[in-house]
């Protein structure tokens, strides 16, 4: 796209909410997604002077970013999952749906990598089948079929959990 860093701050200030967005929705922490993006970036900025005019540059950020986070989930410190206890606290009516999107998240990061990444592109991102492809290096037919298998297991996890609610009085 050009040796200029203008160019490159202009592309990525108008990036930068989106990138971390969906960083948080692939790795489920802020902070993580903090260093993600910063990765990013930073390979970025590195390529921006070879970063082909005609090609899609939102699309190989994306790229960039489901790299980094699969080479950071290979990390062995990665391999621990943390628990937090939470205090007592007075229950409002958001909770529900606090649970509702905790649940969902929780049912993401239960697909293999590949089937979250499509779900995380096509529905979070908001990205075409063809643009999911691009940015995943695969065919469309691949995308379709990952996410026909992703949708039918969140589906499955979602309709176990709602039947084992307990209901409400």
């Known amino acids: 796209m050009g040796h200029d860093t203008s160019e490159f701050r202009e592309f990525i200030a108008a990036r930068l909410d989106s990138l971390r967005r969906t960083a948080f929705v692939l790795s489920r922490d802020w902070h993580t997604a903090d260093d993600l993006v910063s990765e990013t970036i930073i390979k970025l900025l590195r390529r921006w002077s070879r970063i082909d005019e005609t090609a899609n540059p939102d699309a190989y950020a994306h790229r960039v970013l489901l790299s980094v986070w699969l080479d950071e989930r290979r990390r062995p410190w990665r ?4 628990s937090i206890t939470l205090p007592d606290t007075a229950r409002t ?4 749906d606090a649970v509702d999107r905790i649940t969902v998240l929780e049912q993401l990061a239960k697909l293999p990598k590949r089937r979250r990444a499509v779900v995380v592109l096509r529905f979070y991102c908001d990205m075409s089948v063809e643009q999911t492809a691009e940015v995943l290096g695969c065919s469309t037919g691949t995308v379709k079929s990952q996410t026909a298998r992703a949708l039918d297991t969140l589906r499955a996890a979602m309709v176990d959990i709602a039947e084992n609610r307990p209901k409400a009085i």
């Open 79 to 82: 391999r621990e999952s943390p």
């Open 93 to 96: 009516d958001h909770v529900g």
